[in-house]
T-cell receptor
Framework: RKEVEQDPGPFNVPEGATVAFNCTYS??????FFWYRQDCRKEPKLLMS???SGNEDGRFTAQLNRASQYISLLIRDSKLSDSATYLC??????????FGKGTKLSVKP | DTGVSQDPRHKITKRGQNVTFRCDPI?????LYWYRQTLGQGPEFLTY????????KSRLLSDRFSAERPKGSFSTLEIQRTEQGDSAMYLC????????????FGPGTRLTVL
């Protein structure tokens, strides 16, 4: 099993749709979880940290399920500008982040 | 703009040449990380520093790779005798050393080895 796995993309959705991404991780000792957004040929930018209690930032909601070892990202009322690759990241044992391959989202008019 | 800067942004080199990249972290961040990203993959960890100490190295970091952070501020990553397989985006990130130290990435150096 890979350390961090994400839904394969791409996700093609119309504007206004709700879209959900899931990410599973293998190390039950991981304590920190993040979602990053990456535009084409740009660096990853932090979208949200993911907390045990779940957290919301506007149209974005992140949740953590420790028992099943997955994190999720929900985007409501998607905009054209949400088109990007979404990377989940999990704290590794070396102080690093372990990233999934990313899921590409394309929001169409 | 996260405040992490990297130089150069692009580098084209011939196989066998040595290259060096520089990263300047956010000024109050004492942790600095190097990652490598190839097309269709997420960033892969290479190494990290806390202040000037190199604390961890990935098995991806072959003997041809060396990183330094001599004064605990900027860092350099050198690749000797480059190979075509070294072509990738090299990303630097920095963070503080809190319990949930969020990492902020620089714009990356895109290396192409011909």
């Amino acid at each position: 099993r890979k350390e961090v796995e994400q839904d394969p993309g791409p996700f093609n959705v119309p504007e206004g749709a709700t879209v959900a991404f899931n990410c599973t991780y293998s190390n039950s000792a991981s304590q920190s979880f993040f979602w990053y957004r990456q535009d084409c040929r740009k660096e990853p930018k932090l979208l949200m940290s993911v907390y045990s209690s779940g957290n919301e930032d506007g149209r974005f909601t992140a949740q953590l399920n420790r028992a099943s070892q997955y994190i999720s990202l929900l985007i409501r009322d998607s905009k054209l500008s949400d088109s990007a690759t979404y990377l989940c990241a999990v704290e590794g044992s070396q102080g690093n982040l372990i990233f999934g391959k990313g899921t590409k989202l394309s929001v169409k008019p | 703009d996260t405040g992490v800067s990297q130089d150069p942004r692009h580098k084209i080199t011939k196989r066998g040449q040595n290259v060096t990249f520089r990263c300047d972290p956010i000024s109050e961040h004492n942790r600095l990380y190097w990652y490598r990203q190839t097309l269709g993959q997420g960033p892969e960890f290479l190494t990290y520093f806390q202040n000037e100490a190199q604390l961890e190295k990935s098995r991806l970091l072959s003997d041809r790779f060396s990183a330094e952070r001599p004064k605990g501020s900027f860092s350099t990553l050198e690749i000797q005798r480059t190979e075509q397989g070294d072509s990738a985006m090299y990303l630097c990130a920095s963070s503080t050393s809190g319990n949930t130290d969020t990492q902020y990435f620089g714009p990356g150096t895109r290396l192409t080895v011909l």
